[in-house]
């Protein structure tokens, strides 16, 4: 299967955006937002987009967790600012689901991430239900 890039600073690349704030307490010493801060940015974007219709529901036999998470930081960020996080399926593994995320704040992108979201099934790996693989490869153009 031949992996597409998508272009995780271009705001075009993302259908599903969350919002969040950059919090007076997320600044360091330094007087920029912490690095720290960013996952927390990137968890916004994520959860709600991993609770989406086409991603199976969360219950006691099955559910995602995060197997990997990657920030590529691209620019500063201080407060106070508003930051939108687009969030969208970079690629999918036999196991796994890897998330791409823009935080932007106005028209610059802050950071990039990648999350791989592992699927559990009874507590362990397990593969992505065909079904699940097919509607994400259409909807996410992979």
């Known amino acids: 299967m031949t992996e597409k890039s998508h272009d995780l600073t271009d705001p075009a690349s993302?259908?599903?955006w969350a919002h969040d704030i950059v919090r007076f307490g997320d600044m360091d010493s330094t007087g920029h937002v912490n690095n720290v801060s960013f996952a927390r940015y990137v968890e916004t974007g994520r959860v709600p987009f991993m609770r989406a219709d086409?991603?199976?529901?969360?219950?006691?036999?099955?559910r995602f967790v995060v197997g990997n998470l990657s920030i590529r930081f691209r620019?500063?960020?201080f407060w106070p600012a508003d930051v939108r996080?687009?969030?969208r399926?970079?690629?999918l593994g036999k196991t796994?689901?890897?998330l791409g995320h823009g935080v932007f704040i106005d028209d610059t992108?802050?950071?990039?991430?990648?999350t791989v979201m592992v699927y559990i099934v009874e507590g362990k790996s397990s593969p992505l239900p065909e079904s699940v693989r097919t509607v994400l490869t259409k909807k996410f153009d992979l």
């Open 14 to 16: 993302f259908e599903f």
């Open 54 to 62: 086409y991603l199976p529901a969360y219950d006691d036999r099955q």
């Open 75 to 77: 620019a500063q960020a």
């Open 85 to 87: 996080i687009g969030t």
């Open 89 to 91: 399926v970079a690629k």
């Open 96 to 98: 796994s689901v890897t």
């Open 109 to 114: 992108c802050i950071a990039t991430s990648e």
